[in-house]
């Protein structure tokens, strides 16, 4: 009888154990080219609702569904062997009861092979996730800026600048880590704020656009290699400008063409005599 050996992958409980030891590496994948380019250097890939506004060319994230997170999902996990994949929970699968949030997160676990969910929201949502990990699945936590709220908070701006904001960014960031999520991500918040909280947090804290002093970073991959031009956020930073690169491809792709010099006669299927 032959045993089939598969690489081990890093574990939600492997990357809460990262918390003190070295900052968290994270970036968001969709597909299976980009997950497999990334796989080697991240401890976690996020499989996120990004993918509207990215792939989709949505305003927000509100229009994405759960079917489209799972079919990305299920390419992450085709892309990948080793880092822990995580995939987002969109609006409207999980908010309006935690029995509805466990059906669509054991959907997306079972349908992707995925390791664990994020969802949005704070104290509003702890029950939810604390629902969620005692019956197997784990959890993602999200809190500061929240993009699936865009629609009441009228628009994308950071968080944290009066105490009103700062207290409920506490208080939310607290009740997800009672909750039992294995880490959090801290969006959009004001850097002594995130500073703060990952201080006081059991959870490793994952930042965007948020503070150095985070226990991890996460970018969408597209932002961070130069490739969605929409916009740039403050915090973004460009490790490479693939854009401009693409485009001269491109053009110079189809000005071969029109000249009628690709393809050559060696990119062609000749009979053999």
Do not use: W
Not at 39 to 64: E, I
Not at 130 to 149: D, K, N, W
Not at 193 to 205: D, F, G, K, N, Y
Not at 242 to 258: D, F, G, H, R, W
């Amino acid at each position: 009888m032959s045993v089939q050996t598969t690489k081990r992958r890093l574990s939600p409980a492997s990357i809460e154990a990262l918390k003190g030891e070295r900052p968290i590496v994270s970036l968001t994948a969709y597909t299976t080219p980009i997950a497999r380019l990334l796989d080697p250097h991240v401890d976690f890939l996020l499989v996120g609702d990004s993918l509207g506004m990215v792939l989709y060319g949505l305003d927000t994230t509100v229009g994405v569904t759960l079917d489209m997170m799972i079919a990305h999902g299920q390419a992450v996990m085709r892309g990948s062997e080793r880092c822990c994949v995580v995939v987002d929970l969109p609006f409207g699968a999980y908010q309006e009861s935690k029995e509805q949030a466990f059906r669509s997160a054991a959907r997306i676990l079972k349908e992707t092979g995925c390791s664990a969910v994020k969802l949005e929201g704070g104290a509003e949502m702890a029950e939810t996730v604390e629902f969620l990990v005692s019956r197997g699945i784990p959890v993602l936590g999200h809190v500061g800026l929240m993009p699936q709220l865009v629609n009441t908070t009228g628009g994308y701006r950071s968080v944290g600048r009066n105490e009103k904001e700062v207290a409920k960014i506490r208080r939310d960031a607290k009740a997800i880590d009672d909750a039992g999520a294995f880490a959090i991500v801290v969006e959009g918040t004001v850097e002594p704020v995130a500073r703060e909280i990952t201080a006081t947090l059991s959870a490793p804290t994952i930042g965007i656009g948020a503070s150095p002093a985070c226990d991890g970073q996460i970018l969408v991959s597209d932002d961070m290699l130069g490739l969605f031009n929409d916009f740039k956020p403050r915090f973004v930073k460009h490790f490479a400008e693939l854009a401009p690169t693409i485009s001269k491809a491109a053009e110079a792709y189809a000005n071969e063409v029109k000249a009628r010099s690709f393809p050559g006669i060696e990119h062609t299927f000749q009979v053999k005599r």
